[in-house]
């Protein structure tokens, strides 16, 4: 199977507008997205209920701009600093997370961007890992002050073939993805025996 037709009856989406996450310090994300790496804030609101419940509850939200000010679409990463939410673990809420666990991706103009930032970043001795070449876009990663993996991906030469490769696979890949995962365990213990 190749991509699925688009159903003409379904409204139009057009990508990324924002993604949002919960910080632990509005100061400190700000320091970090704004002054190092360089994305304007460019919404701070300091909010006194809950926008939909309507219970009182105080909260700052922040908004950056990851694109447009260098010429990409108006996208955004926001937060959600929130200093007396009931039943917070700060531990939990903002340990350094895997990769696997979460990660938020910006797209790079190109290799050279890619290779820039690295050098960028870490001359502000912020750790870097890459880039890793995924075959179709080759990758760096850093954390944020709150532990979220955060990656520049730059895109390689044939990644539009590559993904149009891919997905001639993609649902029999996910079919016998499915029936690996019912099974696995039944295989487990067979092979104990
Ligand atoms: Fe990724």
């Known amino acids: 199977m190749t991509n699925r037709p688009v159903d003409p009856e379904q409204p139009p989406v057009s990508g990324l507008h924002h993604s949002a996450y919960r910080c632990r310090d509005a100061e400190e994300t700000r320091v970090f997205y704004e002054d190092t790496l360089g994305f304007p804030m460019k919404m701070a609101l300091h909010n006194h209920v809950h926008p939909t419940t309507g219970e009182p509850d105080v909260f700052m939200h922040l908004f ?11 996208n955004y990463i926001a937060f959600f600093d929130v200093p007396d939410h009931p039943g917070d ?13 979460l ?10 961007a890619l290779h820039a930032w690295k050098d960028r970043l870490e001359r502000l001795e912020i750790e870097v890992e890459g880039p890793i070449d ?6 760096i990663y850093f954390h944020d002050p709150n532990g979220y993996r955060l990656e520049f991906s730059a895109a390689n030469a044939a990644q539009s073939e590559v993904f149009e490769q891919h997905v001639r696979d993609a649902h029999e890949n996910m079919k016998k993805w499915n029936a690996w995962k019912v099974n696995r365990h039944v295989k487990v213990a067979v092979g104990q025996e």
């Open 103 to 112: 990660h938020f991706a910006m797209g790079l103009a190109d290799h050279e």
């Open 89 to 101: 673990d700060p531990k939990e809420l903002y340990k350094t997370r895997w990769g696997l666990d």
């Open 134 to 139: 995924h075959g179709m876009f080759s990758s």
């Open 64 to 74: 950056f701009d990851i694109g447009s000010h260098v010429g990409g679409k108006a």
